[in-house]
Nanobody, 123 residues
Framework: QVRLVESEGGLVQPGGSLRLSCVAS????????MGWYRRAPGKQRELVAA???????DYADSVKGRFTISRDNAQNTVYLQTNSLKPEDTAVYYC?????????????????WGQGTQVTVSS
């Protein structure tokens, strides 16, 4: 059974940073495109960042320059480094995996989802 397990999020002050990690079942990160989505209260789920099985990345306009997605195939892990956090970044963040980055970006046909982790940005 494939699993994606996100690290614990937390409460961060505006302007702060947090690194989220997603540990996947062996082989999943190497073979798939990976991504991070988020769902804020009362809003639809939205793509935050995606990374191909290679080095291609894609970001939501709202996080460009602040967030960075990366992968460590040896550790079966994908990361989301979040900097300069804003209250509007408050959401449940989900890890996702699919065969192609275009699938991760579209959000349709994603093969695997994590359980989600809460990130709250507040003073």
């Amino acid at each position: 059974q494939v699993r994606l397990v996100e690290s614990e999020g937390g409460l961060v002050q505006p302007g702060g940073s947090l690194r989220l990690s997603c540990v996947a079942s062996e082989g999943i990160v190497t073979a798939n495109a990976m991504g991070w989505y988020r769902r804020a209260p009362g809003k639809q789920r939205e793509l935050v960042a995606a990374i191909s099985s290679g080095i291609i990345t894609d970001y939501a306009d709202s996080v460009k320059g602040r967030f960075t997605i990366s992968r460590d195939n040896a550790q079966n892990t994908v990361y989301l480094q979040t900097n300069s956090l804003k209250p509007e970044d408050t959401a449940v963040y989900y890890c996702a995996a699919a065969t192609a980055i275009r699938t991760v970006v579209s959000g349709t046909g994603i093969d695997y989802w994590g359980q989600g982790t809460q990130v709250t940005v507040s003073s």
